[in-house]
């Protein structure tokens, strides 16, 4: 079965910085893409952000552009996203997500395998 496990998640304040990681095992060595999605309360499940494992080709939403960077390390399976100058607007449950092939990167429902989420929370 497939596995994926986040980590990294905290309470911090307006400019602070948090580092997510993502740790992926089994069946997720094949998939093309990994995804970070947030959720927050009362709202959908919202993309953030995408990387090919392939080449490290990186596809983020505008509001993430600049703050956010993904990055992959291959040989451990794991996916980062290093997020600077954080706002309250990024308040939400942070889940990693892999993806085969097909499908929007954005839709929620072309991703095959979930983690169960980090709670990423940001004070004013």
């Known amino acids: 079965q497939a596995q994926l496990v986040e980590s990294g998640g905290g309470s911090v304040q307006t400019g602070d910085s948090l580092r997510l990681s993502c740790a992926a095992s089994?069946?997720?060595?094949?998939?093309?893409?990994m995804g970070w999605f947030r959720q927050a309360p009362g709202k959908e499940r919202e993309f953030v952000v995408a990387?090919?494992?392939?080449?490290?080709?990186?596809y983020y939403i505008d509001s993430a552009k600049g703050r956010f960077t993904i990055s992959r390390d291959n040989a451990k399976n794991t996916v980062y996203l290093q997020m600077n100058s954080l706002k309250p607007e990024d308040t939400a449950v942070y889940f990693c997500a892999a993806k085969r092939t097909g499908g929007l990167l954005s839709s929620p429902a072309s991703y095959d395998y979930w983690g169960q989420g980090t709670q990423v929370t940001v004070s004013s």
């Open positions: 089994g069946r997720t060595f094949s998939s093309d893409f």
């Open positions: 990387i090919r494992w392939s080449d490290a080709r990186a």
